[in-house]
């Protein structure tokens, strides 16, 4: 069973940078999509950042040229840095693992969840 500790959130002022950190633990973390979603209060949790077991990537339109996602299979971690934050990038950040095949899309596990506040 694959688990998930999300780490780097905290409290920034607009236009600082944080970046995010998941770990895995598990064998066959590289065969995984691995995603960031977060969560505002009184909001659904949205994606904001996925990338494939082969390294594609894709972004929510909110983020694009300001959040880069990356994976390093060797460590079992996918990360998130974050540049040029906003106050309405503030939310819950939770990591997920998804197993997609030919057949079916299975989200495997979540992340505890790390709070990041976008605040001057």
């Known amino acids: 069973q694959v688990q998930l500790v999300e780490s780097g959130g905290g409290f920034v002022q607009p236009g600082g940078s944080l970046r995010l950190s998941c770990a895995a633990s598990?064998?066959?973390?590289?065969?995984?999509?691995m995603g960031w979603y977060r969560q505002a209060p009184g909001k659904q949790r949205e994606l904001v950042a996925r990338?494939?077991?082969?390294?594609?990537?894709n972004y929510a339109d909110s983020v694009k040229g300001r959040f880069t996602i990356s994976r390093d299979n060797a460590k079992n971690t996918v990360a998130l840095q974050m540049n040029s934050l906003k106050p309405e990038d503030t939310a819950v950040y939770y990591c997920?693992?998804?197993?997609?095949?030919?057949?079916?899309?299975?989200?495997?596990?979540w992340g505890q969840g790390t709070q990041v506040t976008v605040s001057s």
């Open positions: 997920n693992a998804r197993l997609i095949n030919l057949f079916s899309i299975t989200d495997v596990a």
């Open positions: 598990g064998s066959i973390f590289s065969s995984y999509a």
């Open positions: 990338i494939l077991s082969g390294g594609s990537t």
